[in-house]
């Protein structure tokens, strides 16, 4: 399985876009992006995915480099509810989701 | 969307006893799930995946004698931790493939919270 880095934390100003890296530099064709959150002592929530195109959905944009070795991850206007973990794993689809660290992203007021 | 629950939120259990946690698949069936655990300040870590009607397939290290796996319909799975033990304490989470036009995504319960004493 392709292995992502992703900062350990980062900070956001309230109302401002959210960018959070990810690498993922070993990725193979069939091998998708997903993003995940978790918001402190809950499940993880399913955010976005994408294989190659950029993508957009009521919560977030996935945009993923043409050489497909990094992505980054934008909410556009971030929340104080925004703050969470946020995952980001590579995987061919149907298989099991195993995650990382995360980025600690803490949106401040 | 699809929607996976899970029960119960939060248990106390004493040393010795074995608690047995549920996770259902609403509205939608579910041939594989998966649980995982997650102890404080680190990730979640993939314990097993549970699969309708066979046996379940435990990751490196989890003992399969001691966190039993049953997924005996499309819709149930359930996690028992036998002679709990204070280092069995941790947030247990499961999770499913969604379907339709969830089926690319998984859904995740929110989660167990087991605290040996």
């Known amino acids: 399985d392709a292995k992502t880095t992703q900062p350990t934390s980062m900070d956001c100003a309230e109302g401002r876009a959210a960018n959070l890296p990810c690498n993922h530099s070993?990725?193979?064709?069939?091998?998708?992006v997903y993003w995940y959150r978790q918001i402190h002592s809950q499940g993880p929530q399913y955010i976005i995915h994408?294989?190659?195109n950029n993508e957009t959905n009521e919560m977030a944009s996935l945009i993923i480099t043409e050489d497909r070795k990094s992505s980054t991850l934008i909410l556009p206007h971030a929340t104080l509810r925004d703050t969470a973990v946020y995952y980001c794993?590579?995987?061919?689809?149907?298989?099991?989701?195993?995650f990382g660290a995360g980025t600690r992203l803490t949106v401040k007021p | 969307g699809a929607v996976v629950s899970q029960h119960p939120s939060r248990v106390i259990c004493k040393s010795g006893t074995s608690v047995k946690i549920e996770c259902r698949s609403l509205?939608?069936?579910?041939?594989?799930m998966f649980w995982y655990r997650q102890f404080p300040k680190q990730s979640l870590m993939l314990m097993a995946t549970?699969?309708?009607?066979?046996?379940?397939?435990?990751e490196q290290g989890v003992e399969k004698d001691k966190f039993l796996i049953n997924h005996a319909s499309l819709t149930l799975s359930t996690l028992t931790v036998t002679s709990a033990h204070p280092e069995d304490s941790s947030f247990y989470i499961c999770?499913?493939?969604?379907?339709?036009?969830?089926?690319?995504?998984?859904?995740f319960g929110s989660g167990t919270r087991l605290t040996v004493v």
């Open positions: 999770s499913a493939p969604g379907t339709g036009f969830t089926s690319m995504s998984y859904t």
């Open positions: 070993t990725i193979s064709g069939n091998e998708y």
């Open positions: 994408g294989l190659k």
């Open positions: 794993i590579v995987r061919v689809l149907v298989h099991d989701m195993r």
């Open positions: 509205d939608f069936q579910a041939t594989t």
């Open positions: 549970s699969n309708e009607g066979s046996k379940a397939t435990y």
